[in-house]
């Protein structure tokens, strides 16, 4: 299984980037979703959830400005990224919760995508 990111970019502030995130492989199905960023000196931290029961989680720092989009038919997970800020300058990673048959019972897998760069600067 490969979690496989692209979108990222250098960008103007005021701008916008969608970030897709494709996942390859067998699984039975694709779970909870999520995007989180890494900026240089800092941790890791949550900047979009989608859960199977369709809830989504931002904090303050992007709510009203990002949006994350589940697409379990495509496996596909995008980040549509508006009105970016200087301090949204990151490594971008996709991660996903998916879903095996293991001796008849359903068993969760948790998987990171390799990051994608976004630079917002003038």
């Known amino acids: 299984v490969q979690l496989q990111a692209s979108g990222g970019g250098l960008v103007q502030p005021g701008g916008s980037l969608r970030l897709s995130c494709r996942v390859f492989?067998?699984?039975?199905?694709?779970?909870?979703v999520a995007w989180y960023r890494q900026a240089p000196g800092k941790q890791r931290e949550l900047v979009a959830a989608?859960?199977?029961?369709?809830?989504?989680n931002y904090p303050a720092s992007v709510k009203g400005r990002f949006i994350i989009i589940r697409d379990a038919s495509e496996n596909m997970v995008t980040l549509q990224m508006n009105s970016l800020k200087p301090e949204d300058t990151a490594v971008y990673y996709c991660?996903?919760?998916?879903?095996?048959?293991?001796?008849?019972?359903?068993?969760?897998?948790?998987?990171w995508g390799q990051g994608t760069e976004v630079t917002v600067s003038s």
């Open positions: 991660n996903a919760d998916l879903d095996y048959i293991v001796d008849s019972e359903v068993r969760t897998l948790n998987y």
């Open positions: 492989g067998s699984f039975r199905s694709l779970g909870d």
């Open positions: 989608y859960t199977v029961s369709g809830s989504t």
